[in-house]
């Protein structure tokens, strides 16, 4: 029988390791675990679990420390895993099963790195050689993004791709962002492609980090030279390569190439997905519905990319279905668009983007037969579904049936605060305030607790209120001060918070929510008692702040009222001058919602919105060569708006027919 090493090098990892050794536990024969200078317990939870410890200087390559690794090894085959990393769940069979069979030399897994804020469905697959023959000649080189396959294939071993699962949760948000790996990444490949520039895999690399940090323009630089420096089309990074120069030539707006591109590609990688899936992505930016369709139908007809592949999990399932759902919608095909959410909501549970539009739009007719249908078939147990379908039925006013639903989802899942947290605000919402309040009573968590405070000023309950936030934890103080004057207010002690400087706009906030909340509950006589929440603010500007508030809660002419007031009491704000202007609009004052647009533009600031709303009234008031001229301007701040560009085309056609037209009449009175 076969026997195999984990090969692992750490540093402080205390964290990750117990995962990632309990999952090897009886596949392995023995751990080796290098250590580049932890200072944590990693040393200790290694040797708790059997491993061999050995010490290694960090020298700023991988290659160095992973070679190190595999001198120390003496099992006939290597697996190498990093901390951050575990072989899934059922796995350990099927890799004895294969190392016992020996019909290779190494064999690739498929790395599932696991991205966004929490381990779920988003995921790019990886195919990854991770398990070799343990031989002297096999040895790792690259000082990051270090490669054993290419060696391997250099010495005559043969590599057999396997369906093999290792999940990988470095990439989450949260364990970038604690181990800074993008900035460490980012240093180490800079540095080797400054010492090799001609090397296409650092290069390709070096864009890897950029997509990370949302630099496209770099990111492509990168990934065009990387392709410039190929050996062949055949290499492993070479598919993914030309897969991110379209991704990122589609995220800048330059959509041509990159349907050029993914043209190109198709013809040499004919069973790779995701180019098709990508360019349903860019057709639907676009707005070309009919051909984003056939892009996505093409991916369910072709289903996942192959093994060998870099890909997106779900490019030829869930994530093309969601993407047609949304497609249908767009063109306003409802039952269509709820069967393609379905379909990808089947195919994936976890997928919850799905599950959301699927209970939206099937909220759209009100709460009957097909909506509680759709109910049942949510996994109780399951708190982020329930989650999803709870802010749903929020939306669409629907707390009766909310409340119905979270009794089921918290009686399998009693200890979540947020979803007790979503029972409150139905129940809230239904004025049930004593059952809004009962519910939070179990939670320990400082936000239930403010939350539930909140209620019990809102029952006259004061004194409970005070104890509950005076309990918090000391991180919390500014809060608590915030939540004391909200409840002297409602006693009818009008108390303003004083804030210290650096802390008006967090207190702001807070006020503003506040406020917020007893506008959603229809609670006008304690909004009212709490509007002097706002004296710490000069006038205009509390006036200003008011006007936006009310206006967000569809009380127009009180907004516009107090933004008056404001802005005649000197404060200059964009938002504020977009609210005049939508009331102006609205009241069929186009002249005076063409001044408030152009003040709100004044700074050469805002959203694109502004500028198509101006427009709007330019056009409706017939000042074509106006509404052409902002038309320009919002393509300088917004230079690829397909929408502002569309605008700009029709306006210079309507200036043109227009002055025809005025030649014409011209014409016929020099006639006359």
């Known amino acids: 029988m076969s026997l195999l090493s984990l090969c692992v090098i750490a540093k402080d990892e205390e964290e990750d390791l117990p995962r990632l050794l309990s999952s090897v536990r009886g596949v392995v024969d023995e751990i080796i675990l290098v250590d580049t200078g932890s200072t944590d317990r990693t040393v200790e939870i290694a040797r708790g679990f059997g491993a061999k410890v050995c010490f290694f200087p960090w020298t700023g390559d991988f290659s160095e420390a992973r070679n190190f690794s595999l001198d120390q090894a003496t099992g006939d085959w290597i697996i190498f895993l990093d901390a951050d990393e575990e072989l899934a769940e059922g796995e350990g069979e099927k890799l004895r099963q294969i190392l016992n069979a020996g019909t290779a030399d190494a064999y690739s897994v498929i790395v599932v790195n696991f991205v966004g804020e929490r381990e779920g469905v988003d995921a790019v697959l990886n195919p990854s050689v991770r398990i070799f023959r343990n031989r002297p000649e096999y040895r790792f080189r690259g000082s990051i993004h270090e490669q054993i396959g290419p060696v391997i294939q250099e010495h005559g071993g043969k590599i057999e791709y396997t369906n093999i699962k290792i999940n990988h949760y470095g990439y989450l948000s949260n364990s970038v962002r604690g181990k800074r790996k993008v900035a460490r990444n980012l240093a180490l490949l800079e540095k080797a492609v400054r010492e090799n520039p001609e090397d296409s895999f650092n290069r390709f690399n070096l864009g890897v980090e950029y997509l990370r940090r949302r630099d496209f323009l770099k990111a492509l630089r990168e990934f065009q030279t990387a392709f410039k420096y190929l050996p062949d089309l055949a290499v492993s990074h070479a598919s993914i390569l030309v897969r991110n120069i379209a991704l990122c030539l589609e995220v800048l707006g330059r959509y041509e190439e990159a349907l050029k591109v993914l043209a190109d590609a198709k013809e040499v990688y004919p069973d790779y997905t995701d180019l098709w899936f990508l360019e349903g992505c860019v057709h639907l930016d676009r707005g070309d519905l009919a051909r984003a369709r056939a892009s996505f139908k093409e991916c369910l007809a072709r289903g996942e990319s192959a093994v060998h592949f870099i890909t997106q999990r779900g490019v030829g399932s869930y994530l093309a279905w969601h993407l047609l759902g949304q497609v249908e919608e767009r063109e306003g095909n409802r039952d269509q668009a709820i069967s393609a959410y379905r379909r990808a909501w089947s195919c994936q549970r976890k997928f919850y983007p799905a599950l959301d539009r699927l209970v939206r739009l099937t909220l759209t007719r009100g709460p009957g037969e097909a909506s509680r249908t759709l109910l049942n078939e949510v996994d109780p147990k399951d708190e982020e579904a329930c989650l999803v379908v709870a802010r749903a039925l929020a939306d669409a006013d629907c707390h009766v049936e909310a409340v119905e639903f979270l009794k089921g989802a918290l009686a399998h899942n009693p200890s979540s605060s947020r979803l007790a947290l979503a029972m409150a605000w139905a129940l809230l919402r239904l004025k049930r305030y004593t059952e809004a309040a009962e519910v939070l009573s179990g939670f320990q968590h400082p936000e239930v607790r403010l939350r539930r405070s909140f209620i019990l000023a809102l029952q ?64 006008f006589d304690e909004f009212e008692k709490t509007l002097p929440l706002l004296d710490f603010l000069p006038e205009p500007r509390r006036r200003m702040e008011l006007g936006k508030l009310l206006y967000r809660h569809g009380f127009a002419e009180l907004a516009a009222e107090e933004i008056i007031a404001a802005v005649q009491g000197g404060a200059r704000d964009a938002e504020g001058f977009v609210v005049l202007g939508k009331v102006a609009a609205d009241k069929g004052f186009h002249e005076e919602a063409v001044v408030f647009y152009q003040q709100a ?18 056009t409706f008031l017939g000042r074509y060569e106006e509404a052409a001229e902002v038309a320009r301007e919002g393509l300088k701040a917004f230079p690829r708006n397909e929408l502002l560009q569309s605008l700009l085309s029709l306006l210079q056609k309507m200036e043109s027919f227009a002055e025809v037209k005025e030649g014409a009449r011209g014409e016929d009175r020099r006639l006359s």
């Open 460 to 523: 006259g309950k004061v004194r409970e209120a005070r104890k509950l936030i005076e309990s918090l934890p000391e991180s919390y103080a500014l809060c608590c001060r915030i939540y004391s004057s909200f409840i002297a207010c409602l006693a009818g002690k009008a108390e303003a918070p004083l804030p210290l400087p650096d802390e008006e706009e967090e207190v702001l906030r807070t006020v503003l929510e506040l406020l917020s909340t007893l506008l959603e509950l229809e609670a």
């Open 601 to 618: 533009l004044e700074g050469g600031k805002g959203d694109f919105s502004w500028y198509t709303a101006l427009i709007k009234e330019l």
